[in-house]
């Protein structure tokens, strides 16, 4: 079973920068980032193929970056200029043909 472990949420201020990380137990094809904020559907946030490849959410272009560390299975999304819209619980998604695992999630709270 392949296991997603994401971490860095917290609090931040808007217009304040964070960082989240996601450490899958297998070398995925594709590592995405999902948000599902309160009374929400789950959306799309970013992705990036393992030769990477990304793609972003309107609503993050510009100020979201996903990258990734092919040797240690990892991802991140650096989140900058966050807004008090940009607050939702974070799930990191792993897959390719063998496996399609998902994280806990981590709580990100823009707010002042």
């Known amino acids: 079973q392949v296991h997603v472990a994401e971490s860095g949420g917290g609090l931040v201020q808007p217009g304040g920068s964070l960082t989240l990380s996601c450490a899958a137990s297998e070398s995925p094809f594709i590592m995405a980032w999902y948000r599902q904020a309160p009374g929400k559907q789950r959306e799309l946030v970013a992705d990036i193929t393992f030769f990477g490849a990304t793609n972003y959410a309107d609503s993050v272009k510009g100020r979201f970056t996903i990258f990734r560390d092919n040797t240690k299975d990892t991802a991140y999304l650096q989140m900058n200029r966050v807004k008090v819209e940009d607050t939702a619980i974070y799930y990191c998604?792993?897959?390719?043909?063998?496996?399609?695992?998902w994280g806990q999630g981590t709580q990100v709270t823009v707010s002042s």
């Open positions: 998604n792993a897959r390719r043909s063998t496996f399609d695992a």
